[in-house]
């Protein structure tokens, strides 16, 4: 098994060009989550999907926008990005859904390095 | 003022040293999980504790709910595991998956 595999592994844009971050998992979790990463900030939620088809905004979602395109599949689009966008991007999953509230292990991808100029 | 605090920030030690890590909480939580960052930026997860202790190996990890307080201890510890070490904690009122507050995290560097 792969785990949680994240494409690409590092991206330099221009402010302004759009991109997609690419997010798969193989162990049929229902609930997956894209985190952005600063220095002196720690991980912060930027969107989660607790089960295919449904998407919620985490603490950070201005700016991103996201589609749960299968149960496999999360993605994070930045329509026009930003410098303040640079940041370190981690994909996660855990097999909890909407209709559990338990506290479980999540799974993190490689992290994706951006840098926006 | 954030709602998880990691100290220290920053950890030098030598190898063979015991170490520990803390994470003060400022919010009711059902659990509290710790991961690790290795230098390649890889995240793991080590421990999810809601009471008690849990060990693993040389890496062992206590939750006080009634303190708002956990540690991550090291014993012996290697330069190996020199990594940055993260607590996060599930808000009691979360529902939907497992969604997680982070602290900022702790880097620790063990010398040979």
């Known amino acids: 098994n792969a785990g949680v595999t994240q494409t690409p592994k590092f991206q330099v844009l221009k402010t302004g060009q759009s991109m997609t971050l690419q997010c798969a998992q193989d162990?049929?979790?229902?609930?997956m989550y894209w985190y952005r990463q600063d220095p002196g900030m720690g991980l912060r939620l930027i969107y989660y999907?607790?089960?295919?088809?449904?998407?919620d905004k985490g603490e950070v979602p201005n700016g991103y926008n996201v589609s749960r395109l299968n149960k496999r599949e999360f993605s994070l689009r930045l329509e026009s990005a930003a410098p303040s966008q640079t940041s370190v991007y981690f994909c996660?999953?855990?097999?909890?859904?909407?209709?559990?509230?338990?506290?479980?292990?999540?799974?993190f991808g490689p992290g994706t390095r951006l840098l926006v100029l | 003022k954030n709602e998880v605090e990691q100290s220290p920030q920053n950890l030098t030690a030598q190898e063979g040293e015991f170490i520990t890590i803390n994470c003060s909480y400022s919010v009711g939580i059902s659990a509290l999980h710790w991961l690790q960052q290795h230098p390649g930026g890889g995240i793991v997860s080590l421990f999810m504790?809601?009471?008690g202790k849990k060990k693993h190996g040389r890496l062992i990890a206590t939750i006080n709910i009634q303190e708002k307080h956990s540690s991550l201890h090291i014993t012996a510890s290697h330069p190996r595991d020199s990594a940055v070490y993260i607590c996060?904690?599930?808000?009691?009122?979360?529902?939907?998956?497992?969604?997680?507050?982070f602290g900022e995290g702790t880097q620790l560097t063990v010398n040979p």
């Open positions: 162990m049929n979790h229902n609930s």
């Open positions: 999907s607790a089960s295919e088809g449904t998407t």
């Open positions: 996060a904690v599930m808000r009691w009122w979360e529902t939907s998956g497992s969604r997680l507050t």
């Open positions: 504790l809601s009471s």
């Open positions: 996660a999953s855990s097999e909890g859904s909407e209709w559990t509230s338990l506290a479980e292990t999540q799974y």
